[in-house]
């Protein structure tokens, strides 16, 4: 017996991260109860990205073009280039208005459990691009997890074997939030890279 077409949406939308069966549930009666229109407009949004999305050939974060508008912007810090996870963490970076720089999307982290390796996240690609004349630090803006720190220490590490300087970015307290309110691990790598 084949899944029917509403048990086939609750599964796809159960492939989002967070969303378990209940709120797959939800979201597909909603769809279909009260937005028809919303769930029309969701599926088109969804074919056009598949067919236009791709990435990057310099730094592998999405676009529709074959190299980005960050990479072609002429305004861009080409001497700092920036390795992130994803295009949600670069577009977080973006957000702060802090960096100017260029960017490396890794499009994931090492992790062996999951069988993601050194190819997988483009080490090749990433060390070509740090060899570059106008690079001049790699900033290495991985999560602060297991598999991030990870990944961070073996770029680091790679980096430093053919002479190129990388950093990472500080760990601390939070802007407005007060010590009491913050976890232990926090404050301890916050008085460890104090400045």
Known sequence: MSESALDAVITALRRLPGVGVK??????????QHDRDGAEQLSVALQRALSAIRNCARCQTFTEDEVCRTCLDPARDASLLCVVESPADQAALERSGGYRGLYFVLM????????????DIGLQQLLARAAEPAVSEVILATSFTAEG?????VIADTLRSRGIRSTRLARGVPVGSELEHVD???IAHALHDRR
């Open 149 to 153: 720190d990870i990944t961070a220490h």
């Open 108 to 119: 994931g982290r090492l992790s062996p459990l999951d069988g993601m390796g050194a190819r």
């Open 23 to 32: 709120s797959a549930q939800r979201m597909a009666f909603h769809l279909l």
């Open 184 to 186: 232990a691990g926090t």
